[in-house]
T-cell receptor, first 112, second 117 residues
């Protein structure tokens, strides 16, 4: 069993839709949770960073962490074609100085 | 935000040759850098942790004699793929953490697509 499970998609939605991306994990030691966006053949770009359980909002993006269920989510409101990319969840059991454990990524396509 | 520069972005080499990939932290010092490998439609897999002034730490299954890592300064780590073979073709990405006000964030280079022919 992988430490982090993420549906690879692809997920196709119309422009303006609300997108929900999710990951589950098995390691209860994970405390730091991140979402990265990766465009084709580029390095990942940090979108959201959350510590422990709770919600965090930044513009059109909302990250949720439920440690009791070992489940994290990223919501994208008013999705745009420019949001089309692969979204990777990542997590760590310590500070960022520790390497991250990544999900496999979900490919999102926002249709204009 | 912090910038991590990785070079080259793309390289094609012949089997048996060696390829060096550079990872630089441009506006901060990085005593630790991480090297990941990503196969098509798969996640980033940690290969090794590069430590300034000391030996790198390799993940299980990664050959240290094949993937040579040097972290000679606080802003530069290099990964050399020695005697490359077609199965080494992959996307290699480096990452460096930087301390921010309340958290440590990991910043990634642009990645290097290696094709071994």
């Amino acid at each position: 069993q992988k430490e982090v499970e993420q549906d690879p998609g692809p997920l196709s939605v119309p422009e303006g839709a609300i997108v929900s991306l999710n990951c589950t994990y098995s390691n209860s030691a994970f405390q730091y949770f991140m979402w990265y966006r990766q465009y084709s053949r580029k390095g990942p770009e940090l979108l959201m960073y959350t510590y422990s359980s709770g919600n965090k909002e930044d513009g059109r993006f909302t990250a949720q962490v439920d440690k009791s269920s070992k489940y994290i989510s990223l919501f994208i409101r008013d999705s745009q074609p420019s949001d089309s990319a692969t979204y990777l969840c990542a997590m760590s059991d310590g500070t960022g100085r520790r390497a991250l454990t990544f999900g496999s990524g979900t490919r999102l396509q926002v249709q204009p | 935000g912090a910038v991590v520069s990785q070079h080259p972005s793309r390289v094609i080499c012949k089997s048996g040759t060696s390829v060096k990939i550079e990872c630089r932290s441009l506006d901060f010092q990085a005593t630790t850098m991480f090297w990941y490998r990503q196969f098509p439609k798969q996640s980033l897999m940690l290969m090794a942790t590069s430590n300034e002034g000391s030996k790198a730490t390799y993940e299980q299954g990664v050959e240290k004699d094949k993937f040579l890592i040097n972290h000679a300064s606080l802003t530069l780590s290099t990964l050399t793929v020695t005697s490359a073979h077609p199965e080494d073709s992959s996307f290699y990405i480096c990452s460096a953490p930087e301390d921010r006000a309340l958290q440590t964030e990991a910043f990634f280079g642009q990645g290097t697509r290696l094709t071994v022919v």
